[in-house]
């Protein structure tokens, strides 16, 4: 493996990890208040819309990371 592949797959790991708490953390109260159910479309449109944004997030920064972290 090189440099360039270990800086990408750290990245999107790192951002996955960061979809998931974030989604559950809007998810959680959501169920609580039996807005949707467990399962339901509503479960999936906030797990898409949080997955959106974070990917609209990722890459705004990763165009910012300095090119001598990735060559």
Known sequence: MNK???IGFI????????????GSFVDYPLLEKEIYEPGSLGQLITFLAVGLLTLLI???????I???FIE
């Open 66 to 68: 300095p090119k001598r």
């Open 58 to 64: 990722a890459v705004v920064l990763f165009r910012r």
């Open 11 to 22: 990245y999107v790991s790192i951002c996955i990890l960061i979809w998931g708490t974030i």
């Open 4 to 6: 360039k592949f270990s």
